[in-house]
Protein backbone atom coordinates (compact mmCIF):
# COMPACT_ATOMS: atom_id res chain seq x y z
CA UNK A 1 0.00 0.00 0.00
CA UNK A 2 1.40 3.34 -1.07
CA UNK A 3 2.29 5.90 1.73
CA UNK A 4 1.43 9.61 2.37
CA UNK A 5 3.09 11.24 -1.20
CA UNK A 6 4.32 15.04 -0.71
CA UNK A 7 5.56 16.70 -3.73
CA UNK A 8 7.81 18.95 -4.32
CA UNK A 9 10.44 17.09 -1.95
CA UNK A 10 12.54 20.58 -2.07
CA UNK A 11 11.68 23.85 -3.15
CA UNK A 12 13.54 27.50 -3.82
CA UNK A 13 12.29 30.50 -4.23
CA UNK A 14 12.61 34.32 -3.50
CA UNK A 15 10.99 36.07 -1.04
CA UNK A 16 7.62 37.25 -2.10
CA UNK A 17 7.25 34.49 -4.40
CA UNK A 18 4.33 32.05 -4.24
CA UNK A 19 4.62 28.28 -3.39
CA UNK A 20 2.19 25.74 -3.33
CA UNK A 21 2.73 21.75 -2.02
CA UNK A 22 0.51 18.83 -2.47
CA UNK A 23 -0.32 15.59 -0.45
CA UNK A 24 -1.91 12.36 -1.66
CA UNK A 25 -2.56 10.47 1.81
CA UNK A 26 -3.09 6.85 2.18
CA UNK A 27 -6.16 5.63 0.37
CA UNK A 28 -9.36 5.76 3.14
CA UNK A 29 -7.44 8.48 5.38
CA UNK A 30 -10.15 10.94 6.12
CA UNK A 31 -8.26 12.82 8.78
CA UNK A 32 -5.26 14.79 6.81
CA UNK A 33 -2.83 17.32 8.75
CA UNK A 34 -0.50 19.87 7.70
CA UNK A 35 2.45 20.53 9.83
CA UNK A 36 5.44 22.64 10.06
CA UNK A 37 8.69 21.87 11.07
CA UNK A 38 11.42 24.27 11.41
CA UNK A 39 15.53 23.27 12.06
CA UNK A 40 15.67 21.32 15.04
CA UNK A 41 12.56 21.73 16.25
CA UNK A 42 9.11 18.83 16.84
CA UNK A 43 6.69 19.81 13.94
CA UNK A 44 4.03 22.02 14.51
CA UNK A 45 0.42 21.67 13.24
CA UNK A 46 -0.85 24.09 10.71
CA UNK A 47 -4.34 22.49 9.70
CA UNK A 48 -6.33 19.35 10.23
CA UNK A 49 -9.02 18.42 8.10
CA UNK A 50 -12.18 15.91 8.29
CA UNK A 51 -12.78 15.16 5.08
CA UNK A 52 -12.86 18.13 3.04
CA UNK A 53 -13.80 20.19 6.27
CA UNK A 54 -11.01 22.10 7.68
CA UNK A 55 -11.68 21.65 11.60
CA UNK A 56 -8.89 22.99 13.16
CA UNK A 57 -6.89 26.30 11.31
CA UNK A 58 -6.33 27.98 14.09
CA UNK A 59 -2.35 28.14 13.51
CA UNK A 60 -2.62 28.67 10.20
CA UNK A 61 -1.00 32.31 9.27
CA UNK A 62 -4.17 33.11 7.32
CA UNK A 63 -3.24 36.60 5.65
CA UNK A 64 -0.41 34.49 3.67
CA UNK A 65 -1.12 30.23 4.00
CA UNK A 66 -3.67 29.02 2.36
CA UNK A 67 -4.79 25.04 2.11
CA UNK A 68 -8.21 23.39 0.32
CA UNK A 69 -8.59 19.57 0.22
CA UNK A 70 -11.14 19.29 -2.35
CA UNK A 71 -13.49 16.33 -2.51
CA UNK A 72 -11.29 14.82 0.78
CA UNK A 73 -9.06 13.34 -0.68
CA UNK A 74 -5.26 15.37 -1.83
CA UNK A 75 -4.92 18.32 -0.03
CA UNK A 76 -2.73 21.77 -1.32
CA UNK A 77 -1.01 24.21 0.61
CA UNK A 78 0.22 27.25 -0.67
CA UNK A 79 1.81 30.31 0.29
CA UNK A 80 1.73 33.28 -0.97
CA UNK A 81 4.08 36.00 -0.85
CA UNK A 82 6.48 33.85 0.73
CA UNK A 83 8.55 35.27 3.54
CA UNK A 84 12.62 34.73 4.98
CA UNK A 85 11.07 32.89 7.77
CA UNK A 86 8.87 30.43 5.71
CA UNK A 87 11.89 28.13 5.07
CA UNK A 88 11.22 24.92 6.93
CA UNK A 89 9.90 21.22 6.02
CA UNK A 90 6.59 21.24 5.48
CA UNK A 91 4.77 17.61 6.27
CA UNK A 92 2.22 15.92 5.19
CA UNK A 93 -0.04 13.42 7.92
CA UNK A 94 -3.36 11.11 7.65
CA UNK A 95 -5.13 9.17 10.13
CA UNK A 96 -7.78 6.60 9.96
CA UNK A 97 -9.05 8.27 13.31
CA UNK A 98 -10.55 11.41 13.83
CA UNK A 99 -11.89 11.40 16.92
CA UNK A 100 -9.34 10.38 19.28
CA UNK A 101 -5.73 10.92 17.65
CA UNK A 102 -4.27 7.16 16.92
CA UNK A 103 -1.09 6.67 14.45
CA UNK A 104 -0.70 9.24 12.15
CA UNK A 105 1.65 8.49 8.82
CA UNK A 106 3.59 11.06 7.69
CA UNK A 107 4.85 11.90 4.16
CA UNK A 108 8.52 12.85 3.26
CA UNK A 109 8.06 16.52 3.64
CA UNK A 110 8.49 19.08 1.09
CA UNK A 111 11.80 21.13 1.86
CA UNK A 112 11.05 25.11 1.37
CA UNK A 113 14.20 27.74 1.33
CA UNK A 114 13.05 31.28 0.60
CA UNK A 115 15.90 33.05 -0.23
CA UNK B 1 3.21 25.71 21.18
CA UNK B 2 4.48 22.76 21.86
CA UNK B 3 2.98 20.71 24.67
CA UNK B 4 6.17 17.58 25.16
CA UNK B 5 9.87 18.53 26.08
CA UNK B 6 12.23 15.74 25.23
CA UNK B 7 15.15 15.11 27.85
CA UNK B 8 18.09 14.92 27.00
CA UNK B 9 18.51 17.57 23.77
CA UNK B 10 20.87 14.76 22.09
CA UNK B 11 22.72 11.35 23.22
CA UNK B 12 25.27 9.28 22.23
CA UNK B 13 26.00 5.99 22.25
CA UNK B 14 28.10 2.82 21.79
CA UNK B 15 25.97 0.09 20.07
CA UNK B 16 24.59 -2.48 21.95
CA UNK B 17 23.91 0.11 24.88
CA UNK B 18 20.42 0.93 25.89
CA UNK B 19 19.14 4.68 25.45
CA UNK B 20 16.37 5.77 27.35
CA UNK B 21 14.59 9.34 26.61
CA UNK B 22 12.19 11.29 28.83
CA UNK B 23 9.29 13.61 27.76
CA UNK B 24 7.57 15.82 29.81
CA UNK B 25 3.96 17.46 29.48
CA UNK B 26 1.89 19.92 31.07
CA UNK B 27 -2.12 18.99 30.58
CA UNK B 28 -3.83 15.76 30.70
CA UNK B 29 -4.08 13.55 27.03
CA UNK B 30 -5.72 11.12 25.89
CA UNK B 31 -2.90 8.98 24.74
CA UNK B 32 1.14 9.80 24.13
CA UNK B 33 3.06 8.77 20.98
CA UNK B 34 6.81 7.98 20.47
CA UNK B 35 7.78 8.76 16.78
CA UNK B 36 11.33 8.34 15.03
CA UNK B 37 12.32 10.66 12.16
CA UNK B 38 15.87 9.60 10.43
CA UNK B 39 17.66 12.87 8.68
CA UNK B 40 15.84 14.23 5.99
CA UNK B 41 12.84 12.06 5.95
CA UNK B 42 9.17 12.45 7.38
CA UNK B 43 8.60 10.90 11.00
CA UNK B 44 7.74 7.07 11.40
CA UNK B 45 5.04 6.12 14.66
CA UNK B 46 6.92 3.92 16.98
CA UNK B 47 4.64 2.92 19.68
CA UNK B 48 1.07 4.42 21.25
CA UNK B 49 0.36 4.33 24.94
CA UNK B 50 -2.82 5.43 26.49
CA UNK B 51 -3.75 7.26 29.56
CA UNK B 52 -5.02 4.01 31.40
CA UNK B 53 -1.80 2.24 30.15
CA UNK B 54 1.41 2.76 32.82
CA UNK B 55 4.04 0.50 29.77
CA UNK B 56 4.13 -0.80 26.76
CA UNK B 57 6.67 -2.92 24.39
CA UNK B 58 7.15 -3.18 20.84
CA UNK B 59 10.55 -5.02 20.32
CA UNK B 60 13.36 -3.44 21.20
CA UNK B 61 11.07 -0.44 22.24
CA UNK B 62 9.94 -0.19 25.92
CA UNK B 63 7.70 2.82 27.28
CA UNK B 64 6.14 4.29 30.25
CA UNK B 65 3.26 6.55 31.34
CA UNK B 66 2.84 8.44 34.46
CA UNK B 67 0.49 10.25 34.24
CA UNK B 68 0.90 11.64 37.95
CA UNK B 69 3.96 13.02 37.34
CA UNK B 70 2.99 14.18 33.02
CA UNK B 71 6.32 12.25 32.07
CA UNK B 72 6.77 9.62 29.84
CA UNK B 73 10.05 7.56 29.08
CA UNK B 74 11.11 5.83 26.06
CA UNK B 75 13.71 2.94 26.12
CA UNK B 76 15.65 1.44 22.93
CA UNK B 77 17.58 -2.11 24.20
CA UNK B 78 20.87 -3.15 22.28
CA UNK B 79 20.73 -0.32 19.88
CA UNK B 80 22.09 -0.71 16.31
CA UNK B 81 23.46 2.08 14.33
CA UNK B 82 20.10 2.33 12.19
CA UNK B 83 18.56 3.79 15.64
CA UNK B 84 20.74 6.64 14.37
CA UNK B 85 17.54 9.17 14.65
CA UNK B 86 15.93 12.09 15.89
CA UNK B 87 13.08 10.83 18.46
CA UNK B 88 9.37 12.93 19.53
CA UNK B 89 6.60 12.27 21.98
CA UNK B 90 3.74 13.85 20.94
CA UNK B 91 0.77 14.29 23.19
CA UNK B 92 -3.12 13.96 22.50
CA UNK B 93 -4.20 16.63 24.77
CA UNK B 94 -8.17 15.82 23.89
CA UNK B 95 -8.55 18.29 21.34
CA UNK B 96 -7.86 15.90 18.90
CA UNK B 97 -4.51 17.59 17.65
CA UNK B 98 -0.89 15.77 18.41
CA UNK B 99 1.53 18.10 19.44
CA UNK B 100 4.83 17.06 19.60
CA UNK B 101 7.87 17.96 21.61
CA UNK B 102 11.41 19.35 20.15
CA UNK B 103 12.68 15.74 20.35
CA UNK B 104 16.01 13.89 21.41
CA UNK B 105 18.83 13.14 18.65
CA UNK B 106 20.02 10.11 19.54
CA UNK B 107 23.76 9.00 18.13
CA UNK B 108 24.56 5.35 18.08
CA UNK B 109 28.83 4.88 17.43
CA UNK B 110 29.66 1.71 15.60
Known amino acids: EAGVVQSPRYKIIEKKQPVAFWCNPI?????LYWYRQNLGQGPELLIR????????DSQLPKDRFSAERLKGVDSTLKIQPAELGDSAVYLCASSERGLNTGELFFGEGSRLTVL | SQQGEEDPQALSIQEGENATMNCSYK?????LQWYRQNSGRGLVHLILIRSNEREKHSGRLRVTLDTSKKSSSLLITASRAADTASYFCATDPNDYKLSFGAGTTVTVRA
Open chain 1, 49 to 56: YENEEAVD
Open chain 2, 27 to 31: TSINN
Open chain 1, 27 to 31: SGHNT
